[in-house]
């Protein structure tokens, strides 16, 4: 059985591998629709997306007054998609600009995270604070697990107010 702090590095590890792949998939929808700039969005996009991946599904949704696309599949399952938004009918054309900000979650919010993982990753002292945090977490649902099985459960949550616990 892998140890807390083993799970805890491949689970920062997994989420660095994440970062970086949605931001990979941001430089190509970028670089996809570098040639609609100042263009009206449409499914014409959709359809140069789907060139560019074509182990990918991409959905060009346009609903609630705004423009999106979609893409799931390659290593990607549906509950986890990744939804660009576009541009809003206020103001229909591609922009650049516009699509940085309006999907900075996938591009450069994606890249700071992932650099964000790395420093916890090359620094053991942190990894140790996360291993420390995550076993007294551990010890507390032991505990109350083990109140659960003997007491009501107002004495659990009496506790917990007690101790201003959540």
Excluded at 58 to 77: C, K, P
Excluded at 113 to 135: C, G, M, T, W, Y
Excluded at 154 to 162: T, V
Aim: glycine share 4%; with cysteine.
């Amino acid at each position: 059985m892998a140890t807390t702090r083993e799970i805890i590095i491949e689970a920062l590890k997994g989420e660095m591998e994440s970062e970086d792949r949605d931001f990979d998939m941001f430089e190509i929808l970028r670089k996809t629709f570098a040639p609609f700039e100042g263009k009206v969005i449409t499914k014409r996009m959709e359809t140069a997306l789907k060139a560019a991946l074509p182990e990918h599904t991409v959905y060009y949704r346009h609903e609630y007054d705004m423009r999106h696309m979609l893409v799931w599949g390659g290593g990607i399952d549906y509950a986890h998609r990744m939804h660009f938004l576009m541009a809003y009918d206020s103001d229909p054309v591609y922009r650049e600009e516009a699509f940085k900000d309006h999907s900075a979650c996938y591009g450069s919010a994606a890249r700071k995270r992932a650099s964000v993982i790395l420093k916890h990753l090359n620094r053991p002292d942190q990894i140790d604070a996360i291993v420390a945090a995550f076993e007294k977490i551990e010890a507390a649902q032991k505990a109350e697990k083990m109140l659960n099985d003997v007491y009501h459960s107002s004495l659990i949550s009496n506790i917990k107010r007690s101790m201003k616990i959540k």
